[in-house]
DNA sequence: GAAAATACCGAAATGCCTTTCGGCACGCTA
DNA sequence: TAGCGTGCCGAAAGGCATTTCGGTATTTTC
């Protein structure tokens, strides 16, 4: 049959070299296209290689080169929907075939991620990109690590550790200045769990904000959970206390969306009366509300780019340079702050 | 300082030995648990190691082997949800440590499919997981693919490959009969878009079941797209026509929620007056509606742990046998169609 | 106490590819 | 025609760990 056998050894460079009738040392050469080679016999190499179908086996090629052209992505919780942009935006920056990933989810267990780590460093990986599931300080994996680390979403404790995580504070500010823009001044904010260091770095994004219009937010900040539930049981609060509130900033889209339904079950105009702003700009939610959701959108996909990137910078050698930064978030417009025209 | 130098070659086995006084030979059987060394000269080389914090070369090992342990997961679409727990259930199987993923996201660009798949041939990948993000059939990879593939979710259009699918026919026929067993007697099904396998083989599933209960579904299936707004606007339709309807099968939870909020617009009880069944389970969607969403579960973590034990079977010789195989898939009861106690 | 058996260790080959360096052949110049 | 480049090719080393097999020490057996 056509499908080779499993069991047979692949077709080697010597093989090539054989049948192409040149040396391994020309053969070698001229499949990498380096010079010495005359035109003609090259192309008798590259015949024979096609021709017995060879794929160089890039084992050996690290094995020399000492440098694998794969990265480990170490990730606590791929359940979490952080991950998944971030694993693209690297992806994506290694560049199809040229780097290739190693996905490692430790599930939140030290151990597993213990393992994980040992695996990738005999894999020989040239570096190593941590991702979290939240936006609060990570162990750091140790100062002892052979290859560059970046941390992405959660930065790592140890400040001279590479981090890279989404500006919460300034995605609160600009959820309020957006607000502010549609002539809302009565604003409440309802965020998720407090003990996140995300839901903190929000408000006090959110507080700014207000403060430097000369405003003040109407009742404190609501903390409990990032569910819709809470977004509706937070909404009916916040009207029952301040009926003439006119803008609600969300800590997520699950809290607006509950937040959409509440304001709907009392009879309230979105956006006309009270204007609706989510947090994380999740499609499937934003997309999909009456109205459709604003939101903010933490550019996770940029953020894993970037991460591959101080990767690369730090194997061809550039000293990085640790601590923690926070890059810029985008709001994204839709039906739940401007009327549709 | 304590972090070694990204430059200086790693510590390899001939330090090992030569720190422990003794051969290479000597030292890897150490390391590795061979016999034919004592145990004094054992304890001596692991101390060396140690000491030396020596990580042994995987690439060289996999040369020698002949196997890398490692997996490529060639997927087409990471942002879609089903990847993931596919992806999960495969890392799970293959254990912590033990085989790794090489993730490969190719974009459902062909171009970028053939580069990422002649990349892990490169690197000698033991086996490659396919993964597709719908249930349509999709082209082959190719007959001629050195290792095994095990296609998940999406099945290869050449039945001489072997794929898992979950049981759409079967998803939709538990739905149905859910509804019946909680007295329902006038159903509706409202699915996603008809051009999907998915969307078909689920009708079928409903159609059967309704048949062998000597019922007619009520209207007909209805075809749109996979959003909360067709469910909205598909249940109000449905409505109008049919307002003695007493339960609906979506297609997706996307649906189920705009059945949910049209149901709740137009005065029905959910679910004493209408049942709604969802489908796939997406707990962010089922657990935070009102009431929460019965659903169907295609178990894709469970398929992706088949998948990579296909792959270790035919790794470990097994002749695979072609064809397409479904998966069963499971009901998750809540609210939506029984009421709370 | 001598022969045989055992336990342990080390040199060398192996896997696959890249790279260096020596050398052959040809063409050009004086 | 002798001498010198230049272009092209091939032998061999090297990268790292594993394994086979031959060879010493040491112990056991009669």
């Known amino acids: ?26 053969a070698s050469k001229a499949i990498n296209g380096r010079d010495q080679v005359a035109p003609a016999t090259r192309r008798r190499v590259l015949e ?15 094995l020399i080169a000492g440098r694998t052209g794969t990265v480990g992505l170490l990730t606590s919780d791929l359940e979490g929907r952080f991950v998944i942009p971030i694993l693209m935006g690297a992806e ?35 570096g190593i990109i941590v991702v979290g599931r939240q936006t609060d300080p990570r162990p750091s994996l140790g100062p002892d690590i052979p290859v560059p680390v970046v941390y992405a979403y959660a930065p790592s404790a140890d400040p001279r550790d590479v981090s890279l995580v989404p500006d919460n504070v300034s995605g609160g500010r600009i959820a309020v200045e957006h607000l502010l823009s549609t002539g809302r001044r009565r604003i409440a904010h309802i965020s998720g769990d407090p003990t996140y260091a ?46 003439d509130v006119d803008g609600i900033v969300c800590g997520s889209d699950q809290i ?19 204007a609706v702003n989510g947090y994380d700009n999740w499609e499937v939610l934003a997309n999909n509300s009456r109205p459709e959701l604003t939101s903010i959108d933490a550019n996770l996909q940029q953020l894993g780019r970037t991460a591959a990137m101080r990767i690369f ?20 417009i839709r039906g739940s702050t401007i009327p549709r025209r």
Not at 2 to 26: F, K, N, Q
Not at 113 to 121: D, T, W
Not at 212 to 237: C, F, I, K, P, Q
């Open 313 to 332: 910078d730090a194997i061809d050698g550039a000293e990085p340079e640790g601590g923690t930064t926070a890059l810029p978030v985008r709001l994204v």
């Open 92 to 126: 994506d920056a290694f560049g199809a075939g040229q780097v290739n990933v190693f996905l490692c989810d430790a599930r939140g267990d030290t151990i597993r991620e213990q393992h994980h780590l040992k695996a990738l460093l005999n894999r020989r990986v040239d």
């Open 198 to 243: 995300a839901a903190q770095d929000r408000a006090i994004g959110v507080q700014a904000a207000l403060v430097d219009a000369g405003l003040e937010l109407v009742g404190d900040v609501m903390y409990s959970s990032w569910t819709e539930h809470w977004g509706r049981a937070a909404t009916a609060m916040v009207l029952a206390q301040h009926p």
């Open 256 to 274: 607006a969306r509950g937040a959409l339904d509440t304001l709907r079950d009392l009879g309230k105009q979105v956006p006309e009366d009270v």
């Open 1 to 26: 049959m056509a499908r080779p056998e499993h069991g047979s050894r692949a077709t080697t460079l010597s093989d090539v070299a054989r049948a192409a009738g040149v040396s391994l040392a020309t």
């Open 48 to 62: 024979a290689a096609e021709e017995l179908s060879f794929t160089p086996n890039q084992l050996a090629r690290s």
